[in-house]
């Protein structure tokens, strides 16, 4: 059970749906300019037009069944979509999928695609306070703000939904509680205000389904999880088992949470995904955290994509996961221009046990074992790589000491889980052991140089013995945050252009709510619930960001997503607390760069008051989106329109950052490769300001900002300015970067932007 739990965060993976029929889901885009006069609505064209194609399919022996064809028509309908696309999802027959394309106003089609699914202490580490040093008070909490939420739904009877101190449902809000299996409206209140469940789709896909839990209550945990990392309300007293004690809050414990249900225990499917969104606009929600994703899918195809830009052009927020294919280069999804792409770092936070020898020396390591475990003296052993199970069956009640070298730590810590032993010491420069933390068995990990330790004692003693103690929390950890391995890095596959991911959040070890009745592991063939679990992955992190949003968005109503996406990045922190870069656990401990970790960890006292902002509209996008050669109709997808202008296309995007591809053949052959970046920034900050250019030296480039000062007489002010970018021969490395940082004259501001010169392929990222 807790390897499913962890896998269910870390791999993230939702199940592909077994048992498809030749019929299938579409996702149908149509024109809403070819609809004939005589349909009064949208819905009764698409109708209309599923009953000519299933008339031609009847009498043409596509097996379309018998009936009539508005009775098969609404019985094919999955969703009439309002806001996100226009067009609708259907369950077809291939025959009548090919009749379809001939139907006038028919764009394109593409299948129903499986999407996968990507606390005490992370407020205090992102600088959340009660006082005003903090961005709580200045944005009050979040009061007012409504978080959408798409995921496996909520467990309402949390503390963390409790509307103790919330105020009164928005007027604007347009949203309901929708009754259903063990969840009645009755369970909303003023925090949860909304709970809707789509699942249509996977219904039609796998008619003989059973749907386990048809409400939105949570199931699998993800969701609870996520909604109060992004709102929770405060909850003292939380803990998971001991370890990380405190009084829980979400980011943004004053705002709303409306919870859209759309993955399943069953499956998630991309028709139900757009369904949900497209509710959440129909409800007006300010901020939509969405910790999912597909990978490999063109914008024009991918349903987050296509549903966030109708939410942007709604003035609605999106933070999305990267996903958790780190540390691979171009593994992310989500690498969508409009929305917020968020990777996962760690807190200043560990949780640990203590082996303590007979000699009362002592040794600390990292464990999240949440049994009652006694702490009395066992002899303890040393067995090199422990994977000879004969050896570890003739052990009995002892403390096993393994080390991985070059051994598998998956298949040490399993052999040692399935052994009849005391417990379990693992010696590992492993870093990323969230998998193995929250282990059913006593288990302790510790670094190399204390493992030396260990094995001398061990080496020292006819009989050494020791003791292990849990339940260990330490926090203020210097040199935190870190960029997790398994985040993933950029550049974005569906649009290089625009450097991905944008921030970090904390996604590692994050303790939020959790369904009561849902395991969280398995100890001693005993299923073990907890109130709070602990969870990692870039799941984690997107709910963080999406809370910050709304604080940015209750302090400055009127910013569009863009300015509130900028202010969060170039305010971001690229230090740690030691004041030393933030480093990559993914790459040896090297310094994360932008295509790792965004432009930093996102801090929200700073971004709170940016001083300057690169702001942008839907039609800034248009132009992207011809620059990247995109045809006609697959624009249309996107936009819903057919007035796309195309006349001034381009990839240069007013973006709060820079990433630039260098062909290395370019440069053998001698030839200068420059990129030129054209950008407009709105002065948000003092009414009069100077700000002048700085930027960090990049081994081999020569970089230059044309004007280099920039002078506002007034606040909203806007001023632009070139970034050229040179080499002169080959790059030395495949990815270099600096920054350029905008410098008050004063002090005030330091708008930074991280600059990426890559000798990678953006043809062979897209391919």
């Known amino acids: 059970m807790a390897t499913f739990l962890w896998l269910s965060f870390i791999s993230v993976s939702l199940f592909i749906i077994p048992g498809l029929t030749l019929s299938d889901n579409y996702i149908v885009h149509m024109d809403l300019s070819a609809m004939p006069k005589a349909f009064s609505t949208h819905h009764s064209w698409y109708l209309a037009t599923l009953s000519s194609i299933s008339a031609v399919s009847n009498n043409g022996g596509g097996g379309g069944g018998g009936g009539s064809g508005s009775a098969i028509a609404d019985s094919k309908i999955l969703y009439s979509y309002t806001h996100v696309i226009n067009g609708f999802s259907a369950h077809l027959s291939p025959f009548e999928h090919e009749a379809l394309k ?27 306070t009660s006082n005003s040093g903090g961005a709580w008070l200045p944005s009050n909490y979040g009061e ?44 909303c209140n003023n925090k949860l205000i909304g709970a809707r469940f789509f699942n249509k789709g996977l219904i039609a896909s796998n008619p003989n389904i059973t749907i386990s839990m048809n409400s939105t209550r949570d199931t699998d945990g993800h969701g609870t999880h996520t909604s109060s990392t992004a709102a929770g309300n405060f909850v003292e007293g939380a803990e998971f088992f ?70 942007l052009e709604k003035n609605i927020f999106v933070s999305t996961s990267a996903g958790n294919e780190g540390p691979f280069r171009s593994t992310l999804h989500n690498g969508i221009p409009w929305v917020l792409t968020v990777a996962a770092g760690t807190l200043d936070r560990s949780f640990d046990a203590v082996l303590t020898f007979d000699n009362g020396v002592s040794v600390t390591g990292s464990s999240l074992y949440p049994g009652n475990y006694t702490s009395t003296q066992a002899p303890i052993v040393f067995l090199d790589t422990c994977l000879n199970t004969k050896k570890l069956d003739a052990v009995g009640q002892k403390i096993v ?103 970090m959040a904390p996604g590692a070890l994050v303790l939020a709510a959790w369904p009561e009745n849902v395991a969280v592991l398995k100890l001693n063939s005993k299923l073990m619930y907890s109130n709070f679990n602990i969870l990692s992955g870039t799941s984690m992190s997107c709910p963080h960001a999406a809370g910050v949003a709304a604080l940015l968005k209750k302090a400055h109503p009127d910013w569009s997503p863009a300015a509130i996406r900028s202010a969060m990045m170039t305010t971001a922190d690229t230090a740690d607390h030691t004041e030393g870069p933030i480093q990559d656990i993914g790459n040896e401990n090297q310094p994360a760069s932008p295509l790792d970790m965004g432009a930093g960890e996102v801090n929200p006292s700073k971004a709170l008051d940016p001083g300057l902002i690169y702001d942008l509209n839907s039609t800034d996008y248009v132009k992207l989106l011809c620059g990247l050669n995109f045809t ?34 370019e440069s053998k052959l001698g030839l200068a490769t420059v990129t ?27 970089v230059s900002v044309v004007p280099d000062k920039l002078e506002f007489k007034s606040k909203y002010e806007k001023l632009s300015y070139k970034l050229v970018v040179e080499s002169q021969s080959q790059l030395r490395q495949n990815v270099i970067y600096g920054y350029l940082s905008w410098v008050h004259s004063e002090g005030k501001y330091v708008v930074k932007s991280p600059i990426v010169v890559t000798s990678l392929s953006s043809e062979a990222i897209t391919s």
């Open 102 to 128: 001939k139907s006038p106003g028919y764009i394109s089609s593409f299948k129903d695609l499986p999407v996968k699914l990507d606390t005490t202490r992370s407020p205090t580490f992102l600088g959340l």
């Open 144 to 187: 007012d703000i409504i978080i959408g939420v798409v995921d496996t739904g909520i467990w309402p009877e949390s503390e963390s939904y409790s509307d103790k101190g919330i105020s009164g449902i928005p007027k604007k809000w347009k949203g309901e509680c929708e009754s259903g299996t063990r969840f009645n409206s009755s369970l």
């Open 242 to 311: 001991g370890y990380a004690p405190g009084t829980a809050a979400g980011v943004a414990p004053r705002a709303h949470v409306a919870m859209y249900k759309a993955l399943w225990d069953e499956g998630a499917l991309a028709s139900d995904i757009i369904a949900a969104i497209d509710q959440a606009i129909i409800d007006e929600v300010d901020v939509l955290s969405i910790s999912l994703g597909l990978d490999g899918v063109p914008l024009y195809e991918d349903p987050i994509a296509l549903a966030s830009f109708a939410a």
């Open 401 to 503: 000491v393994c080390q991985d070298k070059n051994a598998s730590l998956d298949d040490q810590f399993d052999n040692l889980r399935s052994a009849n032993i005391t417990g379990g010491v693992f010696i590992t420069n492993y870093t990323d052991l969230e998998l193995f933390l929250q282990s059913g068995f006593p288990a302790i990990f510790v670094i190399p140089k204390d493992g030396e330790t260990i094995k001398d004692f061990i080496k020292s003693r006819n009989n050494p013995q020791a003791s292990m103690e849990f339940r260990q929390t330490k926090v203020g950890i210097k040199e935190a945050p870190t960029l997790t391995s398994y985040s993933s890095r950029g550049p974005s596959p569906s649009c290089p252009y625009v450097m991905k991911p944008d921030i």
């Open 632 to 665: 006609a109709n697959q624009i249309k997808t996107i936009t819903r329109s057919s007035s796309n202008d195309c006349s001034s296309p381009s990839l240069d995007l007013n973006y709060p950052a820079f990433i630039a591809f260098f062909n290395s053949n």
């Open 676 to 702: 030129e970046f054209h950008r407009t920034v709105t002065n948000v900050g003092e009414r009069t300001s100077i700000y002048t250019a700085k930027v960090t030296p990049m081994d081999g480039l020569k």
